[in-house]
């Protein structure tokens, strides 16, 4: 009905609003040099040690200096890793309270500053290919949706086009 559709529009607008207040906020808070630094997780993930796929480019649009960290977990003693398809919550739950030991290995990399003629997707990519490179890990140009959405056919003719050219 017309009235649902107004309410959503009304909280589109507000989720648009926060965001920007947020992000103003955020930039606020870099700007006074007699604050903490904030800390914030952008969303990349990895996939089972092996690879870093997208993060998202909002935390690179505030500006400020990034401090990346890679942090990569060692398997021998226990897998951290949460294969959602395979194990239920409880299950990993209970392997990772009852494995003998959760090991990672965490190296704080050198600060990043956006680059002038660099936007925020580029900046991202370039931190996560420092953080993907000292880890020993691979980069995927895509986010952690793939595995709960079937990939879309536009990104599937893409990727057989460029299959094409190389053949």
């Given at each position: 009905t017309l ?29 006074d040099k ?44 226990g897998d ?88």
């Amino acid at each position: 009905t017309l009235d649902q559709i107004k309410i959503r529009r009304s909280s589109v607008k507000n989720e648009a609003y926060s965001a920007i207040f947020s992000l103003h906020r955020i930039r606020e808070h870099i700007a006074d040099k007699a604050k903490l630094p904030i800390l914030i997780f952008p969303e990349g993930t990895c996939i089972n040690n092996t690879s870093v796929m997208m993060f998202k480019k909002g935390s690179f649009e505030v500006g400020g200096t990034i401090h990346p960290v890679a942090i990569k977990y060692d398997p021998r003693f226990g897998d951290a890793f949460w294969n959602s398809t395979k194990y239920s919550v409880l299950t990993y739950s209970f392997n990772v309270l009852t494995s003998w030991a959760i090991v990672c290995n965490v190296w704080y990399l050198p600060p990043m500053v956006k680059e002038e003629e660099e936007d925020a997707v580029h900046f991202a990519n370039r931190v996560k290919a420092v953080i993907a490179a000292q880890g020993g890990m691979s980069v995927l140009p895509w986010d952690g949706g793939l595995k709960r959405k079937k990939v879309k056919e536009s990104f599937k003719e893409e990727q057989q086009k460029k299959y094409c050219q190389l053949v």
